[in-house]
């Protein structure tokens, strides 16, 4: 299966910590991606971590990748309320992205 | 330019009726996706088209579901006899090709409510 599996299912944070939310993968990846959902904007893309790669950063957002453990992270910095939303990590290889259930971040004003 | 574009955005339908749903996507993007997601769940792939390659049509649920494109523009996806089940928000993506790091563009996504 390429599809992700997201860990934890809900984190409920207060505004200004940071958020952390895992994802694990059973076989081999090109690259892994990171979307997020809202009410608001929909699903959206945030980051990509190709399978050579072992840390990316975007703004406030910071993605490590760990092929031999086949697992990646997503460290939101500094939460803000707006960052309220699903997030999925997406394997990608030679067939269609495939999304887990996502971990639900709720972030307390 | 604009991004993915849906319609309806909200369709209730009755159980047994068929319904038709149309994405538009971004301009010059080859590859086009269609998803299902019900409440609380991650999406659900159902089919995708590339160029004028034959549709990967792996993912869709029953002989109910069917989707069509034109060149590389418009889809639309239907829905025979619809049942309960078939309840869901409907997300169609696109991306500029078919490529593992291609990045898909959502559209708002059609909610389909089967009473």
């Known amino acids: 299966s390429q599809q992700g599996e997201e860990d934890p299912q809900a984190l409920s944070i207060q505004e200004g910590e940071n958020a952390t939310m895992n994802c694990s993968y059973k076989?081999?990846?090109?690259?892994l991606q990171w979307y997020r959902q809202n009410s608001g904007r929909g699903l959206v893309h945030l980051i990509l971590?190709?399978?050579?790669?072992r840390e990316k950063h975007s703004g406030r957002l910071r993605v490590t990748l760990d092929t031999s453990k086949k697992s990646s992270s997503l460290l939101i910095t500094a939460s803000r309320a707006a960052d309220t939303a699903s997030y999925f990590c997406?394997?990608?290889?030679?067939?269609?992205?495939?999304f887990g259930k996502g971990t639900r971040l709720s972030v307390i004003a | 330019g604009a991004g993915v574009s849906q319609s309806p955005s909200n369709k209730v339908t009755e159980k047994g009726k068929d319904v038709e749903l149309r994405c538009d996507p971004i301009?010059?993007?080859?590859?086009l996706y269609w998803y299902r997601q019900r409440l609380g769940q991650g999406l659900e792939f159902l089919i995708y088209?590339?160029?004028?390659?034959?549709?990967?049509k792996s993912g869709l649920p029953s002989d109910r579901f069917s989707a069509e494109r034109t060149g590389e523009s418009v889809s639309t996806l239907t829905i025979q006899r619809t049942q309960q089940e078939d309840s869901a928000v409907y997300l169609c993506?696109?991306?500029?090709?078919?490529?593992?790091?291609?990045?898909?563009?959502f559209g708002p996504g059609t909610r389909l409510t089967v009473l």
């Open positions: 971590i190709r399978s050579n790669e």
């Open positions: 076989t081999s990846i090109n690259n």
């Open positions: 993506a696109s991306s500029l090709d078919l490529g593992s790091t291609d990045t898909q563009y």
């Open positions: 997406v394997r990608s290889g030679n067939t269609p992205l495939v």
């Open positions: 088209f590339q160029g004028n390659s034959a549709p990967d």
């Open positions: 301009s010059g993007h080859t590859a």
